[in-house]
């Protein structure tokens, strides 16, 4: 099965710097990958997603790149603000015929510092 | 995301019962979902139902089981064979197109007495 290793466990940055997350996966067929943050005690929530059919894709602050050569994907946050931090999850998924479960990262907490 | 709901909120399991956590969602999705949360291991996938009265085994579904009688709903029972049952329950659901985005319900924390 697919397997997802997200890097850094912990991440802490200065308010206005850049923060950058990144993930493996082990399963060349997977074809969706987003993007998750998720507050303390909440749902997480969807950010931003790509799919392996596109090598890049930006939304505000926000993008995310994906290199299927290398079988790795990032989560860039520029100008990062308070509201910012959370924990934030990767995930990878096959989806050839039907919607399967999605296989996670182990997440990172992202702290922004004032 | 707002379209699906989980309940109770907190939900206490005494030794040796079964418990049963709640998922309904009015998004006319398809494909639902039951994933667990633990701390520093990101969430694990129990079961999932890609159709009504059709579900399939997730990574980690011993101790657990599901039902789909209807679209909406996809109860999970946390069975006595769990032994480390302490979580945080995630359901989600998505369209059954590929590729589909996952909205997850509020969540269920389940503690043991």
């Known amino acids: 099965g697919e397997n997802v290793e997200q890097h850094p466990s912990t991440l802490s940055v200065q308010e206005g710097d850049s923060a950058v997350i990144k993930c493996t996966y082990s399963?060349?067929?997977?074809?969706?990958f987003p993007w998750y943050k998720q507050e303390l005690g909440k749902r997480p929530q969807l950010i931003i997603d790509?799919?392996?059919?596109?090598g890049e894709k930006k939304d505000q602050r926000i993008a995310v790149t994906l290199n299927k050569t290398a079988k790795h994907f990032s989560l860039h946050i520029t100008e990062t603000q308070p509201e910012d931090s959370a924990v934030y999850f990767c995930?990878?998924?096959?989806?050839?015929?039907?919607?399967?479960?999605?296989?996670f990262g182990k997440g990172t907490h992202l702290i922004i510092q004032p | 995301d707002g379209g699906i709901t989980q309940s109770p909120k907190y939900l206490f399991r005494k030794e040796g019962q079964n418990v049963t956590l709640s998922c309904e969602q009015n998004?006319?999705?398809?494909?639902m979902y039951w994933y667990r949360q633990d701390p520093g291991q990101g969430l694990r996938l129990i079961y999932y139902?890609?159709?009504?009265?059709?579900?399939q085994k997730g990574d980690i579904a011993e101790g657990y089981s599901v039902s789909r009688e209807k679209k909406e709903s996809f109860p999970l029972t946390v069975t006595s064979a769990q032994k480390n049952p302490t979580a945080f329950y995630l359901c989600?659901?998505?369209?059954?197109?590929?590729?589909?985005?996952?909205?997850f319900g509020p969540g269920t924390r389940l503690l043991v007495l």
């Open positions: 995930a990878g998924m096959y989806s050839g015929g039907g919607a399967d479960g999605l296989t």
């Open positions: 790509i799919r392996s059919n596109v």
């Open positions: 139902s890609q159709i009504v009265n059709d579900f």
């Open positions: 399963d060349s067929a997977s074809n969706y």
């Open positions: 998004l006319n999705h398809d494909a």
């Open positions: 989600a659901s998505s369209k059954q197109t590929d590729q589909e985005t996952q909205y």
